[in-house]
């Protein structure tokens, strides 16, 4: 890591938006760090400044601002664990960090950096997907909000210009009928994600399935909100033998977005497996001969 870089800590959202007017074409931007300095430190990413954000009270917060969810780019991952309100309004959003890494990562990693690092594997981009998050990008005397599908312009490249600091998450809360995340990793526990599923689930009073949301991660370069499967299950009482057919038309799904290429002969399976696997819950009272 070049020894010629100013460190700098604003004291508040205006004085970072100022620096980076300034300087943002020679800044890198850190919070929690935990991506930002291992690049830093091998050399791949150079900069004349580092902006740390990690103590803007601007981005910090979990809260319930009419019927939307906001949570502050600055929230670490151990206070999305440990939120009683995305419990009742996002609870994929909660368990995608139950095994996010390290203990010690989670308390200084956050939201923002986990989703504007743009990694394939990024854990709480799924749940966001489902949640049909809007991420709000601000710059000095201004404020975009895009998808959260369009953040990532490809694996690791983030829509974000140099002078704008992603700030915050805008949710639909849902309380859902059936709502979970899980991964498939190399191993239990600090395992980057090698293929991820969020989705949530409503059924209507005769059993059916009214209203479904169903996102991928880690196996396809940028995130995808699921349509065809969720429309293939709607309206249908769920049954094994429904969840195998979605499971196979996901992996259809993802095999249009990333081409058959050699990983495919164990994610194909995979993928159909931890949807079946996941979804299964929803699947009540079926006989079985």
Request: hydrophobic share 40%.
């Amino acid at each position: 890591m070049s020894k010629n870089i100013d460190y700098f800590k604003p004291g508040n959202l205006d004085e970072a938006l100022d620096f980076l007017d300034e300087n943002g074409q020679d800044t890198i931007i850190i919070a929690g760090g935990t991506d930002v300095m291992v690049d830093l430190r091998s050399g791949e990413l150079k900069a004349r400044y580092i902006l740390d954000i990690s103590r803007l009270d601007e981005l910090k917060g979990i809260r319930l601002e009419g019927e939307k969810l906001v949570v502050g780019a600055g929230v670490t991952l151990a206070e999305i664990y440990d939120s009683d309100i995305l419990a009742r309004h996002a609870p994929a959003l909660k368990k995608s960090a139950m095994n996010f890494a390290s203990a010690q990562i989670r308390n200084v990693a956050t939201i923002g950096g986990n989703v504007a690092h743009c990694s394939p594997c990024g854990d709480t981009i799924p749940p966001l997907v489902i949640h049909e998050t809007e991420v709000v990008f601000s710059g000095k005397n201004r404020e975009r909000r895009i998808p959260i599908e369009e953040v990532a312009t490809g694996p690791y490249r983030c829509f974000i210009a140099k002078n704008e600091i992603l700030t915050s998450f805008i949710l639909n809360p849902r309380s859902a009928d059936f709502a979970d995340f899980q991964k498939i990793g190399r191993r239990k526990d600090l395992a980057i994600s090698r293929l991820s599923m969020a989705a949530m689930v409503n059924k209507d009073a005769d059993g059916r399935i009214s209203f479904m949301r169903l996102s991928l991660g880690a196996c396809t370069p940028t995130p995808h909100r699921m349509t065809a499967v969720e429309e293939f299950m709607s309206d249908k009482k769920p049954t094994t033998e429904l969840l195998f057919s979605a499971g196979n038309l996901l992996a259809e799904k993802m095999i249009e977005i990333t081409g058959r290429r050699s990983s495919i002969i164990y994610k194909e399976p995979a993928v159909q497996g931890l949807f079946v696997r996941m979804l299964y819950p929803v699947v009540q009272n079926e006989r079985t001969l």
